[in-house]
């Protein structure tokens, strides 16, 4: 037991396929979710930070390379299923809290626990840093839903989740981070073409509401 013990565990997340039950073309583990967000994260704090804004640059990494270590515990639940109820959502939170609580008091030395009980907990909070982390996360979610779709996958639930990822991004519209992504990297995903073509492109314009 003890550090040890953690530092193993990061090579189980990379044995934690996100999605899991579907088939993909191309599998994509919670470890390099975790690495894909950080550096999404890192760009998109770099359009903020142009803008004007102030980032907590420490506190933006922390969140965002911990922010699914949880699903060690838990393994990825798909994110239709973890979003269909509140109540589901927010049971899911409590039971990850607890196993995290228990994983580092259990292998954490005392004087350390403090600081890993901060950096595992929940980090899309009101910050810019939690912000920006929901945006990332996202991101890397439609990514994800569009490398399958451009595949030809024929499996609906890839195009549920571009829906729901283009959705929630599109909340924080109001954060220039998310303008730059939506008026230059979106189109450029766009002018990629997919397979099927037409059926994205129209759902992204439908909730772009173009």
Known sequence: MGIHNYFKSLSDLEGINRCPGKFKYQEHSVASHSFKVTKIAQFLATVEEADGTVI??????????????????TGDIKTPVKYAMPELKELFSQVEDM?????????????????YHERF???????????????????????????????????????????????????????PCVQYFVEN????????????????????????GR
């Open 56 to 73: 907590d640059w420490k506190r933006l990494y922390e969140k965002a390379i911990n922010h699914d270590y949880a699903e060690l515990f």
């Open 99 to 115: 196993m995290i609580k228990n994983f580092i008091e259990k292998e954490f030395p005392a004087e350390f626990q403090s600081i």
């Open 121 to 175: 907990a929940e980090g899309k909070d009101e910050s810019i840093e939690g912000r920006i982390l929901a945006v990332a996360d996202k991101i890397d979610l439609l990514y994800e839903s569009f490398g399958e779709i451009q595949r030809g996958n024929p499996e609906p639930l890839f195009l549920e989740i571009y829906q729901e990822a283009l959705s929630t991004i599109l909340k924080f519209q109001e954060m």
């Open 185 to 208: 990297i979106l189109q450029e995903m766009l002018e990629e073409g997919v397979i099927p073509y037409s059926q994205i492109y129209k759902l992204t314009k439908n909730i772009l």
